[in-house]
C-alpha cells in the first residue's frame, strides 16, 4: 500500500508517502505560524488561503523526492475532519482531484486517529490493546483501542483541551501562540514549591477531566503578583511550572487509572501536547513502576502532520475503504 497523506485541518501543511512494506519515503510540514502569532491564534481564512498556496508545491516535491509518481500510488488520504472547515475543505478538494485524474481511490480520515496512530510510524511499535491519551489544542481523551477502528472513549475534558488550557494560560503570561512550548520553557526554569495549583477532578472516580478551572487559577495568581507590582519574570516562569505541573500530574493520574480500569499495559500518548518533556518523562516514571510502558510518537509527529495521515489512510485503504463520491468533510466529527 503506497498512500500519500494530506493535512489541513488547522495551521499546518502536512504532505507525506507512505508505504505498508517501506514505512515513511517522504515527508514535508509547513507551519502557518508566523502568519498568525501576530492575531493570537489562527485566523482561519488566512489558513485556507495559505494551504491553497503550499499544499499542491508540497505534493509535487514529496513525491519528486520519493521518486513516485501518482498513478504509482494505491490511494490518496486527506483529513476530512474535526477542524477548520475551509481548510479542511482546501486539502479534501485537491487530494479527490488529484487521486481521480490519477485512477486512485481518496479516502477522508479522521485526525484524531492519525494522532492515535502515529506512535506507530515508529520502529517499536505498540501492540494492540492499549490505552491511548489524546491531548491536543482542541481535544483531551482516554480511549481504548483493540485494533483499526475499533475505540471506546473512556474519558474526555468536560471543557477545555489540555493544549487550549496551555495556549490560553500562556495568554495570561503575554506568551505567543501557540502557548505550549512556551509555556514548557519557562516552566523549566520555574520553581515548582513557589505556587500549589489544583489537579481538577483527580477526587472523583471516572476519567474525564477539566482544565478550565486551572486557567482561572493562573489568572488569580497573575493578578495576585500584580497587585505586588508584577508579574515579574520570575513570577512567570514559577507560575508557567505550577500550572504545568499540575496539568502533568492530573493527567498521569488519570492514565494510571484507565489502564488499571482496562487492565492492560501499554499506553499511547499522542497529540501536540504529547511533545511536552515533562509529561513524558513523569509518565515513563509513573508507568515503569507498574511495569507497564508508554509509546511516543517522535516529536515532529507529534503535533500536525502528513505522515500520521498517510499512515492512518494506508490502513483504512488496505481494508478496502473508499470515498463515496458525495463525502463532505465534518469539521466537528466524534471518533
Ligand atoms: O495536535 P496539535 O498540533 O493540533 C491540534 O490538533 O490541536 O496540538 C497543538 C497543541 C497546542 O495547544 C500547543 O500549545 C500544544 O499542542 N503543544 C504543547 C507543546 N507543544 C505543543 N503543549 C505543551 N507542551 C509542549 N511542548
Ligand atoms: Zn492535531
Not at 79 to 89: D, N, Q, S, W, Y
Not at 205 to 226: H, I, M, Q, W
Not at 228 to 249: L, N, Q, T, Y
Request: glycine share 12%; hydrophobic share 45%; aromatic share 6%.
Amino acid at each position: 500500500m503506497l498512500v500519500l497523506g494530506l493535512e489541513t485541518s488547522c495551521d499546518e501543511t502536512g504532505v507525506a508517502l507512505f508505504d505498508s512494506e517501506r514505512g515513511l519515503l517522504a515527508d514535508a510540514l509547513y507551519s502557518q505560524v508566523d502568519i498568525h502569532v501576530e492575531y493570537g491564534g489562527v485566523v482561519p481564512e488566512l489558513a485556507s488561503r495559505d494551504h491553497v498556496r503550499k499544499t499542491l508545491p508540497m505534493v509535487e516535491e514529496v513525491l519528486r523526492s520519493a521518486g513516485v509518481a501518482g498513478a504509482d500510488l494505491d490511494g490518496v488520504a486527506y483529513t476530512a475532519g474535526p477542524g477548520l472547515v475551509g481548510a479542511l475543505m482546501v486539502g479534501a478538494t485537491l487530494a479527490r482531484a488529484l487521486a481521480w485524474g490519477w485512477g486512485v481511490p481518496a479516502l477522508g480520515v479522521h485526525h484524531m486517529e492519525g494522532h492515535l496512530l502515529a506512535p506507530m510510524l515508529e520502529d517499536e511499535r505498540p501492540e494492540f490493546p492499549f490505552v491511548a491519551l489524546l491531548v491536543s489544542g482542541g481535544h483531551t481523551q482516554l480511549v481504548r483501542v483493540d485494533g483499526i477502528g475499533r475505540y471506546r472513549l473512556l474519558g474526555e475534558s468536560l471543557d477545555d483541551a489540555a493544549g487550549e488550557a496551555f495556549d490560553k494560560t500562556a495568554k495570561l503570561l503575554g506568551l505567543p501562540y501557540p502557548g505550549g512550548p512556551h509555556i514548557a520553557r519557562l516552566a523549566a526554569e520555574g520553581d515548582p514549591a513557589r505556587f500549589d495549583f489544583p489537579r481538577p477532578m483527580v477526587g472523583k472516580p471516572g476519567l474525564d477531566f477539566s482544565f478550565s478551572g486551572l486557567k482561572t487559577y493562573a489568572l488569580n495568581t497573575v493578578e495576585d503578583c500584580r497587585a505586588a507590582g508584577g508579574p515579574s519574570e520570575k513570577d512567570c516562569r514559577d507560575i508557567a511550572r505550577a500550572f504545568e505541573d499540575a496539568v502533568v500530574d492530573t493527567l498521569v493520574i488519570k492514565c494510571r487509572r484507565a489502564l488499571r480500569q482496562e487492565g492492560l499495559k501499554t499506553l499511547v500518548i499522542a497529540g501536540g501536547v504529547s511533545a511536552n518533556r515533562n509529561l513524558r518523562a513523569s509518565l515513563t516514571e509513573a508507568l515503569a513502576r507498574e511495569r507497564a510502558r508508554v509509546f511516543y510518537p517522535a516529536p515532529r509527529f507529534c503535533t500536525d502532520n502528513g505522515a500520521m495521515i498517510a499512515f492512518a489512510g494506508a490502513q483504512r485503504l488496505a481494508a478496502g475503504q473508499r470515498d463515496d463520491a458525495d463525502t463532505a468533510v465534518r469539521p466537528r466529527w466524534p471518533m
